[in-house]
């Protein structure tokens, strides 16, 4: 299967730093990557939707201002958590379509500890 | 909106031991997918669904889409340790390849 590779997979910040992950396909072009938020033991939040070229679609309750999104590229989409909080701690995971196929491929996903 | 509810929410089993776990919808799905999750990991593909009947294996797992299109189940044959790990089905209506997830199901197995 297509390889999507995310890192940092483990990042430590300080309260109202700004952290960056990013998500990049392998071998492959996604004109759309789609970034999850899962908290322990529950299952995988939807946050928003990265369009190559163009804006992202936030789900509903998602702060665009908090959790920046950037697709420059067809194989790279980045994530930026802004002014991070305590709360913001969790784990963030990336994924993108493969091509022609309605399979979601995972990133490795990136835990996130906001001191 | 859709929801997708799996079951069991756990389970802990003896190694040897099948397994099965099933995702039911409140509305239909064109493609049903099975991921695994290990953790501090991202979910990994185990077996894609396509059409409303479909019984498709892989290795000890097999899954089948339901033929209402509104669930799916996942069988694990004599399960051994490194099957422990959280187990999600995925609903997909091709809109924009969106998955809605399952609750998950954590499975943990005693050697």
């Known amino acids: 299967g297509a390889v999507v590779s995310q890192h940092p997979s483990r990042v430590i910040c300080k309260s109202g730093t700004s952290v960056k992950i990013e998500c990049r396909s392998l071998d492959f072009q996604a004109t759309t990557m789609f970034w999850y938020r899962q908290f322990p033991k529950k299952s995988l939040m939807l946050m928003a939707t990265s369009n190559e070229g163009s804006k992202a679609t936030y789900e509903q309750g998602v702060e665009k201002d908090k959790f920046l999104i950037n697709h420059a590229s067809l194989t790279l989409s980045t994530l930026t958590v802004t002014s991070a909080h305590p709360e913001d701690s969790s784990f963030y995971i990336c994924?993108?379509?493969?091509?022609?196929?309605?399979?979601?491929?995972f990133g490795s996903g990136t835990q996130l500890s906001v001191l | 909106g859709q929801q997708l509810n799996q079951s069991p929410q756990s389970m802990f089993i003896q190694e040897g031991e099948d397994v099965s776990m099933n995702c039911t919808s409140s509305s239909i799905f064109n493609t049903w997918l099975w991921y695994k999750q290990e953790p501090g990991e991202g979910p990994v593909l185990l077996i894609a669904l396509y059409k409303a009947g479909e019984l498709t294996s892989n290795g000890r797992l097999t899954a089948q889409f339901g033929i209402t299109r509104k669930d799916s189940f996942l069988n694990i044959s004599a399960s051994i340790p490194s099957d422990v790990g959280i187990y999600f089905c995925a609903g997909s209506n091709n809109a924009g390849n969106m998955l809605t997830f399952g609750g998950g199901t954590r499975l943990m197995v005693k050697p």
């Open positions: 994924s993108a379509p493969g091509q022609g196929s309605e399979k979601l491929f």
